[in-house]
């Protein structure tokens, strides 16, 4: 009776794993199986939504990127599709417009002859015949009723023709983001595998960290003690690697901005710069858009930017963006105020042992300035 019980158990848990695996299998499935593009498109983007709202395990992470890339693929192809279609309109509207412009200079050089030696008052009063004179003149006006319709068909095509070009523009403008964001998605799916070992206790380690981070920030800010004002250019502190190894892996400022407890990309409020680009190509860029001047000294190296990044996979507490820019200085260690305001410090459990230094600073209008990892 024992062994029937524990068979039957051993049989209703591999039919259930079974199923399990069937279901999302089938799912993917039917995705790939749907012909109408637009049709596949939506049903992707309904599974990464049920993917997003699953527990957060490295299998369910690496279908997320996966399903993400099919259907950003998607996306290319129906754009390059629109493309392509648009591209034979605007072939088309070419030729007619070529056509017509044609037409409408050889008509109106022969019409102005007409209309200049041979005016309707002139021949109705000298004309010998007036049937035919009134015939004259009513094909002289049926000409120029018929020159009317082909200028308007004319600036109608020129119109057309100008919306098309406007639209390929606009579609190829989208086409280079798309293909931009398909390339970001795949180097994250592999700094994914990368970062993890494609191991699940890593992953799990590296999500605790991030949220760790986000607990020792929300800590600082009910239990920071405040220091005082402080004005633009001030040093407030050192850049360091307070945190390590539970919420840090190397000495850099973490900067990051919250308006009404909102992050926001940091680069829209520092001025522009030339920086060197860490993440990604290692190249000088400029950024900034903003009037503050920037935390730290040149040669400013951005190692990550804000938003979605090839680490940016762990936040998941943010949507799977990065809240702050991460940088570090060839030249100097200080951190300078951004702005004026009032100067708060803290320190944080982050991450079991690990002690993370934190200053931030209150600006007006409900914006705060926070620098991590400060000696």
């Known amino acids: 009776m024992k062994f029937i019980k524990k068979t039957f158990l051993i049989f209703l848990f591999t039919f259930v794993i079974g199923l399990i695996f069937f279901s999302k299998n089938t799912n993917a499935q039917s995705c790939q199986d749907i012909s109408n593009i637009n049709e596949r498109i939506d049903c992707y983007q309904k599974e990464l939504s049920k993917l997003s709202s699953q527990s957060k ?24 599709e629109k493309i392509a279609l648009l591209a034979g309109r605007i072939d088309r509207l070419e030729v007619s417009l070529d056509t017509l412009s044609a037409a409408f ?48 068909r004319l600036q109608k095509t020129q119109t057309d023709y100008k919306v098309e070009k406007t639209d390929q523009e606009e579609l190829q403008n989208e086409l280079e ?64 690697n307070t945190g390590y190894p539970g919420c840090s892996t190397g000495k850099h400022l973490h900067f990051e901005l919250r308006r009404n407890n909102s992050w926001f990309d940091p680069l829209t409020q520092v001025q522009s710069k030339s920086v060197q680009d860490n993440q990604g190509s290692g190249n000088m860029i400029t950024v900034g858009s903003g009037s503050w001047p920037w935390p730290i000294e040149d040669t400013v190296r951005i190692t990550q930017f804000f ?69």
């Open 57 to 80: 395990t490295l299998s369910n992470q690496i279908a997320q990127f996966d399903a993400q890339i099919r259907l950003t693929t998607l996306k290319i192809a129906s754009t390059e």
């Open 307 to 375: 938003g979605n990044t090839p680490y940016s996979w762990r936040y998941s507490y943010s949507g799977g963006i990065h809240t702050g820019l991460d940088m570090v200085s060839t030249s100097s260690d200080v951190i300078r105020a951004s702005e004026d305001g009032q100067m708060y410090k803290s320190s944080q459990l982050c991450g079991g042992s690990s002690v993370i230094n934190i200053v931030y600073i209150e600006h007006n209008d409900g914006l705060i300035s926070f620098y991590l990892h400060v000696q």
């Open 105 to 152: 200079s050889s008509r109106a050089v022969e019409t102005y002859k007409m209309v200049r030696y041979e005016d309707p008052v002139l021949v109705l009063v000298s004309s010998p015949d007036l049937k035919e004179a009134v015939t004259r003149f009513f094909y002289l006006k049926r000409i120029q009723d018929a020159d009317r319709d082909l200028l308007e």
């Open 177 to 240: 983001k798309q293909k931009s964001d398909l390339n970001k998605q795949k180097v994250s799916k592999n700094a994914l595998l990368s970062q993890t070992k494609n191991n699940e206790k890593s992953y799990q380690q590296l999500l605790a960290q991030a949220y760790a981070e986000k607990a020792a920030l929300e800590a600082a800010l009910v239990s920071g003690t405040k220091v005082g004002p402080v004005k633009r250019g001030d040093p407030i502190a050192l850049v360091g």
